[in-house]
């Protein structure tokens, strides 16, 4: 595999979707699937049930062919460069409000599109959906901080904050410790760091739940492995072999030994950003109301994302949480489902 397709891979199943879970295996033996939406039945019958007033919209959701969207990166180019590039393909783009880096591509455009563009090649852009830039954002990774990525590959959002908190006068860049367990996706991590020019971060070929508990971060980034419920798409081969319930089973645990873990090496005043691509509350409330009753020091503090439901045509359906201060976004023809949470450790 050549280091292009290695960049490629994960975009072209769904523009960078977050962590699905890794090691999925075939069940044993196929799922009972909802006629309607050829997904499996027990997710449509959790997301009726859960979400009952919403279920439909949710569903519609699925359906939608999402437009392509990229943000520019600041490490190596600027907006301004990346929308002369995008005029120079002639299919047009829509800026987006709450964040000035992102851009969505015109009808008609595809990812190859963008790939064969010179502002691509010299990873001035990286491909991304507009509900995958939201945690790096929420957390607001700061200049001379030192920022732990416990899920880092393929490193769109490890680039993303390391663009977000570039050196400053006086003040070093921030310093990214970016763990991944696997060896082919740690790979296609570094090389996507290099590419992109995010030199202020350090690879770990590791396992985020073991890391050592003297390690210290004064901001940690958990966008943890889930079962992608906020991703699949109406008649998803994928989801309907491998979204099971014992995958669901599995993440859940990995969810809440990482996040376990993230607030054991967060410092005191420092601040963690929780998310998922699931809109399923067992993998998102549940996990941290679960990791917040073993953490008396934690709590609760709310995602801001600046001007985000103001953007009117460009703004996310927000789903009801029954956890004031986060955000789970339903799926749409512009976004991925994904939940958000933010968690400070009192000082």
């Keep these: 595999m050549s280091p292009r397709q290695r960049m490629h891979k994960r975009h072209t199943n769904g523009q960078g979707r977050g962590n699905r879970a890794r090691g ?32 439909d919209t949710i569903i519609t959701g699925w359906g939608e062919a999402r437009p392509v ?28 409000p709450w964040y000035a880096d992102a851009f969505v591509l015109g009808e008609g455009t595809v990812e190859r599109d963008v790939w064969a563009l010179d502002a691509y090649q010299a990873g001035e852009l990286y491909l991304q959906s507009l509900s995958s830039m939201l945690p790096p954002l929420a957390l607001s990774p700061a200049p001379g901080a030192d920022v732990l990525d416990m899920c880092a590959a393929p490193g769109g959002k490890t680039s ?23 060896a082919p996706r740690a790979e296609k991590l570094e090389h996507n760091l290099a590419k992109l020019g995010a030199t202020n971060v350090q690879v770990m070929r590791c396992d985020a739940r073991r890391l050592d508990s003297w390690f210290a971060f004064d901001q940690v980034l958990l966008d943890a492995p889930c079962t992608g419920s906020g ?20 993440v859940e645990r990995s969810q809440r030994a990482l ?42 503090a709310s995602v801001e994302v600046s001007g985000l439901t103001d953007a009117v045509d460009l703004a996310p359906t927000v789903l009801p949480t029954r956890l004031a201060g986060t955000l789970t976004v339903c799926p749409s023809r512009l976004y991925e489902g994904f939940f958000v949470s933010r968690i400070v450790k009192r000082g």
Excluded: F
């Design 69 to 96: 969207t990229l943000r520019a990166n600041t490490l190596r180019s600027d907006a301004e460069r990346v929308a002369a590039a995008l005029d120079d393909t002639g299919n047009g783009y829509v800026r987006v």
């Design 231 to 250: 991703t699949v798409r109406t008649h998803d081969g994928h989801a309907a072999r491998y979204l099971t319930p014992e995958l669901a089973d599995r």
């Design 160 to 182: 993303q904050m390391a663009a977000l908190a570039p050196a400053a006068p006086g003040v070093r860049a921030a310093r990214i410790t970016a763990c991944e367990l696997s």
């Design 24 to 55: 999925e295996q075939a069940p044993a033996k196929p799922q009972e699937l909802d006629e309607a939406t050829g997904l499996p039945l027990h997710l449509v019958e959790a997301v009726r049930r859960e979400r009952a007033e919403l279920a």
């Design 259 to 300: 996040l376990d873990k993230g607030l054991e090496v967060l410092k005191p005043g420092g601040a963690l950003v929780y998310s998922t691509c699931s809109i399923l509350s067992r993998e998102n409330e549940d996990v941290v109301e679960w990791a917040l009753s073993r953490h008396g020091d934690c709590e609760l």
